[in-house]
């Protein structure tokens, strides 16, 4: 069988491994590479490739970057010249067109960091640990016109231990997902493999997640807060006022989980290295925190500039 000629589509690092799996597969051709525009980073804000377009730049692969690739006739027209057989997307962070599918032989198809038809949508690694999930994966699934909710080629899954942080689930799915493409994917064009059919019954959305939700509130149980702060660590983080000023959490552990008592966010334990908060229900440690326009800490090397005592309000 000759080489798959292939058009990826992908901005963030999670991409980057699929395109690297992609690059190094024998099997492939990746004969071009449409990404994001590059956006301002850092503190000057200044224009910065996605990860992916820097890849594919070293390579010496065609790339184009396109603000909307949906609304941009000239850009796929130039794709249709790569005579590409597939597409393959992986966090392209744009909707495309049924015109801009039909351009493959084989469709367009995506690695979806969960396991659907759970979490279909725009943040299925922090709702799922947001939601306390003990399992989650990736899925290889056909593109249609409906959100997520093209046929199975694949799924790949792992534990959720409950220290694990959507930074670490991240990590672990993208190299999962470029599993996904060097077996299931080739198994698919070689005609070996037919998509299975999402259960409509068992959907859930993982919605966008808004900086509103940041903020912690201690009537929330223990257990919600940890999972929100474990969720959130990939973006926007998680706050707690303190001082008059923000207080990043950045880690947490739960302490109990059965614990009641009216006076919600107070300090229950302090000592060196440890700082335990009364939650709505339940007891939650802090392990790491920022304080407003300061680097990320311990709790210990946070409480030496601290007089807190237990029983008094952590505000």
């Given at each position: 069988?000759?080489?798959?000629?292939?058009?990826?589509?992908?901005?963030?690092?999670?991409?980057?491994?699929?395109?690297?799996?992609?690059?190094?597969?024998?099997?492939?051709?990746?004969?071009?590479?449409?990404?994001?525009?590059?956006?301002?980073?850092?503190?000057?804000?200044?224009?910065?490739?996605?990860?992916?377009?820097?890849?594919?730049?070293?390579?010496?692969?065609?790339?184009?970057?396109?603000?909307?690739?949906?609304?941009?006739?000239?850009?796929?027209?130039?794709?249709?010249?790569?005579?590409?057989?597939?597409?393959?997307?992986?966090?392209?962070?744009?909707?495309?067109?049924?015109?801009?599918?039909?351009?493959?032989?084989?469709?367009?198809?995506?690695?979806?960091?969960?396991?659907?038809?759970?979490?279909?949508?725009?943040?299925?690694?922090q709702r799922a640990l947001e939601a306390g999930d003990?399992?989650?994966?990736?899925?290889?699934?056909?593109?249609?016109?409906?959100?997520?909710?093209?046929?199975?080629?694949?799924?790949?899954?792992?534990?959720?231990?409950?220290?694990?942080?959507?930074?670490?689930?991240?990590?672990?799915?993208?190299?999962?997902?470029?599993?996904?493409?060097?077996?299931?994917?080739?198994?698919?064009?070689?005609?070996?493999?037919?998509?299975?059919?999402?259960?409509?019954?068992h959907v859930t959305f993982a919605r966008k997640i808004?900086?509103?939700?940041?903020?912690?509130?201690?009537?929330?149980?223990?257990?919600?807060?940890?999972?929100?702060?474990?969720?959130?660590?990939?973006?926007?983080?998680?706050?707690?006022?303190?001082?008059?000023?923000?207080?990043?959490?950045?880690?947490?552990?739960?302490?109990?989980?059965?614990?009641?008592?009216?006076?919600?966010?107070?300090?229950?334990?302090?000592?060196?290295?440890?700082?335990?908060?009364?939650?709505?229900?339940?007891?939650?440690?802090?392990?790491?925190?920022?304080?407003?326009?300061?680097?990320?800490?311990?709790?210990?090397?946070?409480?030496?500039?601290?007089?807190?005592?237990?029983?008094?309000?952590?505000?």
């Open positions: 069988m000759s080489k798959i000629r292939v058009c990826f589509l992908g901005t963030p690092d999670f991409a980057l491994t699929s395109l690297k799996a992609l690059l190094e597969d024998e099997h492939y051709d990746v004969v071009g590479v449409v990404t994001q525009p590059d956006r301002p980073a850092g503190r000057k804000l200044q224009l910065t490739p996605s990860p992916v377009k820097l890849l594919a730049l070293s390579r010496g692969l065609k790339v184009l970057s396109p603000e909307s690739l949906k609304e941009n006739q000239l850009m796929v027209d130039a794709i249709h010249t790569w005579k590409a057989e597939v597409a393959v997307v992986v966090a392209f962070g744009q909707i495309l067109s049924e015109d801009f599918m039909k351009l493959f032989n084989f469709g367009a198809v995506n690695i979806h960091g969960s396991i659907l038809p759970r979490w279909r949508g725009a943040a299925p690694i003990l399992e989650s994966g990736v899925t290889l699934q056909k593109i249609v016109k409906k959100l997520d909710a093209g046929d199975i080629l694949g799924i790949r899954k792992c534990d959720l231990s409950e220290d694990m942080n959507a930074l670490d689930l991240h990590n672990k799915l993208a190299k999962l997902g470029a599993e996904l493409l060097k077996v299931e994917l080739m198994d698919y064009l070689r005609g070996n493999l037919a998509g299975i059919s999402q259960d409509e019954s808004d900086k509103s939700e940041a903020e912690i509130s201690w009537k929330s149980s223990a257990r919600q807060l940890h999972n929100k702060v474990r969720a959130f660590v990939m973006g926007p983080g998680t706050f707690t006022n303190f001082q008059g000023k923000k207080l990043k959490i950045h880690k947490t552990k739960i302490i109990s989980e059965n614990t009641k008592n009216k006076d919600i966010g107070t300090v229950v334990d302090v000592r060196p290295g440890s700082l335990v908060i009364q939650c709505g229900t339940g007891h939650l440690e802090i392990l790491e925190v920022q304080p407003e326009s300061r680097n990320r800490m311990s709790i210990d090397d946070f409480l030496k500039g601290q007089n807190l005592k237990s029983g008094v309000p952590f505000q």
